[in-house]
Protein backbone atom coordinates (compact mmCIF):
# COMPACT_ATOMS: atom_id res chain seq x y z
CA UNK A 1 0.00 0.00 0.00
CA UNK A 2 1.00 3.68 1.00
CA UNK A 3 4.55 4.58 3.14
CA UNK A 4 3.71 6.68 5.82
CA UNK A 5 6.55 9.10 3.77
CA UNK A 6 5.21 8.54 0.90
CA UNK A 7 1.93 10.15 2.08
CA UNK A 8 3.54 13.00 3.96
CA UNK A 9 5.98 13.54 0.60
CA UNK A 10 2.48 13.62 -1.05
CA UNK A 11 0.69 15.71 1.44
CA UNK A 12 3.34 18.49 1.82
CA UNK A 13 2.71 18.86 -2.23
CA UNK A 14 -0.63 19.45 -2.19
CA UNK A 15 -0.71 21.84 0.63
CA UNK A 16 2.11 24.10 -1.47
CA UNK A 17 -0.23 23.48 -4.53
CA UNK A 18 -2.93 24.91 -2.47
CA UNK A 19 -1.41 27.75 -0.77
CA UNK A 20 0.10 28.87 -4.01
CA UNK A 21 -3.07 28.22 -6.02
CA UNK A 22 -5.32 30.14 -3.58
CA UNK A 23 -2.42 33.12 -3.35
CA UNK A 24 -2.33 33.71 -6.79
CA UNK A 25 -6.47 33.80 -6.86
CA UNK A 26 -6.72 35.96 -4.28
CA UNK A 27 -3.79 38.18 -5.94
CA UNK A 28 -5.73 38.50 -8.83
CA UNK A 29 -8.62 39.62 -7.16
CA UNK A 30 -6.69 42.41 -5.63
CA UNK A 31 -4.65 42.54 -2.45
CA UNK A 32 -3.25 44.71 -0.12
CA UNK A 33 0.49 45.08 0.73
CA UNK A 34 -0.27 43.46 4.11
CA UNK A 35 -1.98 40.59 2.27
CA UNK A 36 0.52 40.26 0.07
CA UNK A 37 2.93 39.38 2.85
CA UNK A 38 0.88 36.75 4.55
CA UNK A 39 0.77 35.27 1.13
CA UNK A 40 4.06 35.33 0.62
CA UNK A 41 4.58 33.69 4.56
CA UNK A 42 2.20 31.03 3.68
CA UNK A 43 3.78 29.93 0.06
CA UNK A 44 7.15 30.10 2.28
CA UNK A 45 5.84 28.60 5.12
CA UNK A 46 4.15 25.08 3.02
CA UNK A 47 7.51 25.04 0.53
CA UNK A 48 9.67 24.72 4.19
CA UNK A 49 7.11 21.81 5.28
CA UNK A 50 7.40 19.99 1.72
CA UNK A 51 11.68 20.61 2.33
CA UNK A 52 12.08 19.20 5.60
CA UNK A 53 9.51 16.33 5.05
CA UNK A 54 11.41 15.13 2.28
CA UNK A 55 15.41 15.54 3.76
CA UNK A 56 14.39 14.59 7.28
CA UNK A 57 16.27 11.81 8.45
CA UNK A 58 14.95 8.49 9.25
CA UNK A 59 15.35 6.91 12.38
CA UNK A 60 18.17 4.44 12.56
CA UNK A 61 17.17 0.85 13.60
CA UNK A 62 18.89 -0.36 16.42
CA UNK A 63 20.96 -4.05 15.26
CA UNK A 64 21.87 -4.69 18.96
CA UNK A 65 25.29 -4.85 18.20
CA UNK A 66 27.88 -1.77 19.00
CA UNK A 67 30.21 -0.40 16.77
CA UNK A 68 33.38 -1.18 18.36
CA UNK A 69 31.87 -4.82 18.62
CA UNK A 70 31.77 -5.03 14.53
Known sequence: MFSSKEVAEWASAILVFASGGMA?????LGMTPV???????????SVTVAVAVRVWPA????????????
Open 35 to 45: QWAGAAAAVLG
Open 59 to 70: PAHCTGVMPSEA
Open 24 to 28: GHYAS
